[in-house]
Nanobody, 121 residues
Framework: QVQLVESGGGLVQPGGSLRLSCAAS????????MGWYRQAPGKQRELVAS???????NYADSVKGRFTISRDNAMNMVYLQMNSLNPEDTAVYYC???????????????WGPGTQVTVPS
């Protein structure tokens, strides 16, 4: 089974920066992609950024130019550098992994418990 743990969240003043980290552990055959999602109070969970096994990245329009996703070569660590934070970035941020549990299985999604990011007005 796969376990994901996020770290690096906290309270930051507007204009400040945070770097989130996600550590993946356990047994998995192959990782297709990893990413970051967020959920603000009363809103749906949304994709923030993702990176696939080939290194290709995708960002939500609201964070382009401010956030950067990166990974290590084995994709057991993924990071989200967040700059120029504003109150609209306040949310619980979740790490996501999509991969094959076994050689014969279709891909499945795994989630971390989340880390809180708060940017006060």
């Amino acid at each position: 089974q796969v376990q994901l743990v996020e770290s690096g969240g906290g309270l930051v003043q507007p204009g400040g920066s945070l770097r989130l980290s996600c550590a993946a552990s356990g047994s998995i055959f192959m990782i297709n992609a990893m990413g970051w999602y967020r959920q603000a109070p009363g809103k749906q969970r949304e994709l923030v950024a993702s990176i696939n096994s080939g290194g290709g990245t995708n960002y939500a329009d609201s964070v382009k130019g401010r956030f950067t996703i990166s990974r290590d070569n084995a994709m057991n660590m993924v990071y989200l550098q967040m700059n120029s934070l504003n109150p609209e970035d306040t949310a619980v941020y979740y790490c996501n992994l999509r991969g094959y549990l076994t050689y014969y299985s279709p891909p499945s999604d795994y989630w971390g418990p989340g880390t809180q990011v708060t940017v006060p007005s």
